[in-house]
């Protein structure tokens, strides 16, 4: 099986936002939930579902904002 960046979809009380994304990115986020789902597109997640954890694990291993958020609460 493919080892995929995204592993967790937590189940946390959500705040709603509104975003528009290309079509491209559609597209490739319903192709990640296929992949995600083992290569069945029946009970993959929705792209809406993907997208939290995507930008979570973003942040959580930008080592640039890490180190500036630490210097921000340091100074």
Not at 8 to 27: M, N, Q, Y
Not at 29 to 54: H, Q, S
């Amino acid at each position: 099986m493919t080892r995929l960046k995204l592993a967790d979809l937590a189940d946390e009380k959500p705040v709603r936002l509104t975003i528009e994304v290309s079509a491209r990115l559609h597209r490739e986020l319903l192709a990640y939930a296929t992949v995600l789902n083992g290569g069945d597109t029946k009970g993959a997640p929705a792209p809406e579902r993907l997208i939290p954890p995507m930008i979570d694990r973003f942040i959580a291993t930008d080592r640039s904002f890490t180190k500036s958020r630490r210097s921000a609460q340091l100074g």
